[in-house]
């Protein structure tokens, strides 16, 4: 049972970096123009839910979070239908963009370990 569960998760991770290689050419082809969009880069993908739905982790030049995640949230059904198109799966699976404030935290740990 044990040697299942490591292929159910290897396979999640795999489906998980795939989409989220594609979803990452699908913004560069399709939303190169729009300035929100054009700075988001995706840096992680994680897939839940027996492989319905992948969080996809990004981080934005952009300054105003919510805006770009707002705009995120409009093209997402419009994304996930490229992707459908892109995909040679059966089934594809759900997509939510969630900012990764990782770079962020760096940032400020480096800042208070240099003010001691």
């Given at each position: 049972?044990?040697?299942?569960?490591?292929?159910?998760?290897?396979?999640?991770?795999?489906?998980?970096?795939?989409?989220?290689?594609?979803?990452?050419?699908?913004?560069?082809?399709?939303?190169?123009?729009?300035?929100?969009?054009?700075?988001?880069?995706?840096?992680?993908?994680?897939?839940?839910?027996?492989?319905?739905?992948?969080?996809l982790f990004y981080y934005s030049r952009h300054e105003d979070i919510p805006v770009v995640q707002k705009r995120l949230d409009e093209i997402t059904k419009t994304v996930r239908y490229e992707l459908a198109a892109r995909m040679d799966q059966k089934y594809v699976p759900d997509i939510r963009f969630e900012y990764d404030d990782t770079l962020d935290k760096a940032e400020r740990i480096d800042s208070l370990l240099n003010s001691l």
């Amino acid at each position: 049972m044990m040697k299942r569960k490591s292929n159910d998760s290897n396979r999640a991770q795999r489906v998980a970096s795939k989409v989220q290689t594609l979803v990452a050419e699908i913004l560069r082809d399709d939303y190169s123009d729009d300035k929100l969009i054009s700075g988001v880069s995706l840096v992680g993908a994680v897939a839940h839910g027996g492989l319905q739905f992948v969080r996809l982790f990004y981080y934005s030049r952009h300054e105003d979070i919510p805006v770009v995640q707002k705009r995120l949230d409009e093209i997402t059904k419009t994304v996930r239908y490229e992707l459908a198109a892109r995909m040679d799966q059966k089934y594809v699976p759900d997509i939510r963009f969630e900012y990764d404030d990782t770079l962020d935290k760096a940032e400020r740990i480096d800042s208070l370990l240099n003010s001691l």
